[in-house]
């Protein structure tokens, strides 16, 4: 069974600074095609889930308009571990971060399917 888990979440004061982490892990698994972080504001009724950084198999990130030079994802692709290293945080940063990934699995046969953590909360306060 395929699991996506968070972690690294918490609470940081306005400029700090938090580095998450997505553990994808489960049989099957050939490859990471897509990685993507998303983020949910928390009590904010309609509020969409937005994209915060997505990155394929071997290419370079992108990023939402709003991270502005101040998020890094990463990849290790030999310990299926995705990162999102996050600076300068602002309080409209605070959020429910996701972990999101497409993943070529073989059961028996391949297909590509796509995954979601639980999340993980990032509270940005002073």
């Known amino acids: 069974q395929v699991q996506l888990v968070e972690s690294g979440g918490g609470t940081v004061q306005p400029g700090g600074s938090l580095r998450l982490s997505c553990t994808v892990s489960?049989?099957?698994?050939?490859?990471?095609?897509?990685a993507s972080w998303y983020r949910q504001a928390p009590g904010i009724p309609g509020k969409q889930r937005e994209l915060v950084a997505r990155c394929p198999s071997g290419g370079v990130a992108n990023y939402g308009d709003f991270v502005k030079g101040r998020f890094t994802m990463s990849r290790d692709n030999g310990k299926n571990m995705v990162y999102l290293q996050m600076n300068d945080l602002k309080p409209e940063d605070t959020a429910v971060y996701y972990c999101?990934?497409?993943?070529?699995?073989?059961?028996?046969?391949?297909?590509?399917?796509?995954?979601w953590g639980k999340g993980t909360l990032v509270t940005v306060s002073s």
């Open positions: 999101h990934a497409n993943l070529l699995i073989e059961q028996p046969i391949r297909m590509d399917l796509d995954y």
């Open positions: 489960g049989k099957n698994i050939i490859n990471i095609n897509t």
